[in-house]
C-alpha cells in the first residue's frame, strides 16, 4: 500500500488561500489506513479549515476498500456530489498524489469540472506490514530481484540499495555502517538463503537493473474486472467470516 502522512495544516492553507468554498475528498484505501483520509481525518480537517474562515461546503467520505485512485469506484462518488464539485472554489484531497491525480483527470475529462485540486498529504512509497508500524517494502522498479534474494529486496533494504552484497562496511556484529540499528540487508539475505537450501544464489553475481523498466510515466493495460460480481464475492466473504 502506499504509505503517507498529512501535510502541515498551514501549508494546507497556503495552497486554499484566496478561495473559500471547499470540497473534501478522503480515501477508503490507503489513506484510511494511515488515518490520513478516513472520516473521521475528514471530520478533523474540516473543523480546521472552518476555524480558519473556509467553508466546507462537501465531505466525500469514501467506505473501506473504495480507493478513489480506483474510478469505476470512485467515480460513483463524484458524480453524486456534482453540484457541490461545480460549485467549489477548490478541491482538498486527503489521499495519495495517484488518487489525487486519477480524480482531477475523472473531472477534467469525464465531468467537465475544471477547479484547483490539493493533495493534503505527502505520499512515502510502498510501505507493509502494519497494523500500526509499517516499512517500506518496495521500490516499484519494475525489474523485482526478489526471486534472487530470497524474498527480501535489496534496493530498500539495503541503505545502499546494493544488488550484491554485503559490502565492507558490515559490522562484527551484523549491522548497517550507515544505519547501526539496522541489521545488514545482505546479511538478511544470507541467512534466509541458507534456512531454504538455496545458498548457491548467494555467490551468484547480479547484473545492473533494467532501469528502462521505471521510466515514467509507465502505462498498463488489463481486462475490466466485473465490479458488481466482485462486490458480490466481497459480499459473500464477509458474511462467511460472520462480518
Avoid at 477508503?28 to 474540516?46: L, N, Q, V, Y
Avoid at 467549489?88 to 477547479?115: F, W
Avoid at 547484473?207 to 460480481?229: G, I, Q, Y
Wanted: hydrophobic content about 35%; overall charge neutral; glycine content about 10%.
Amino acid at each position: 500500500m502506499m504509505g503517507q502522512t498529512q501535510k502541515p495544516l498551514e501549508e494546507i492553507l497556503k495552497y486554499l488561500n484566496g478561495r473559500r468554498k471547499i470540497v473534501l475528498m478522503g480515501c477508503g484505501g490507503c489513506a484510511t489506513i494511515f488515518h490520513t483520509g478516513d472520516p473521521e481525518a475528514i471530520d478533523r480537517m474540516a473543523e480546521a479549515l472552518s476555524k480558519n474562515g473556509k467553508e466546507i461546503i462537501a465531505k466525500i467520505k469514501l467506505p473501506f476498500g473504495v480507493f478513489c485512485c480506483y474510478l469505476p469506484m470512485s467515480s460513483q462518488f463524484l458524480k453524486m456530489h456534482q453540484k457541490d464539485l461545480e460549485a467549489a472554489d477548490a478541491i482538498l484531497m486527503m489521499s495519495c498524489g495517484d488518487g489525487t491525480q486519477a480524480v482531477r483527470s475523472y473531472l477534467d475529462n469525464e465531468m467537465g469540472i475544471v477547479k484547483p485540486i490539493f493533495s493534503a498529504n505527502n505520499a512515502l512509497g510502498f510501505v507493509g506490514e502494519g497494523p500500526a508500524n509499517f516499512i517500506e517494502k518496495c521500490l516499484g522498479c519494475g525489474d523485482c530481484v526478489l526471486p534472487e534474494t530470497a524474498g527480501i529486496c535489496p534496493l530498500t533494504q539495503c541503505a545502499k540499495g546494493l544488488l550484491n552484497g554485503p559490502c565492507g562496511g558490515t559490522t562484527p556484529d551484523g549491522k548497517c555502517e550507515v544505519d547501526p540499528e539496522k541489521d545488514c540487508a545482505w546479511l538478511q539475505i544470507f541467512r534466509r538463503l541458507e534456512k531454504i537450501g538455496e545458498l548457491d544464489k548467494f555467490a551468484e553475481i547480479r547484473t545492473p537493473k533494467d532501469w528502462s523498466k521505471a521510466t515514467r510515466p509507465r502505462r498498463l493495460s488489463v481486462e475490466p474486472l466485473d465490479l458488481m460480481a466482485k462486490l458480490k464475492e466481497l459480499k459473500n466473504t464477509l458474511v462467511s467470516m460472520g462480518v
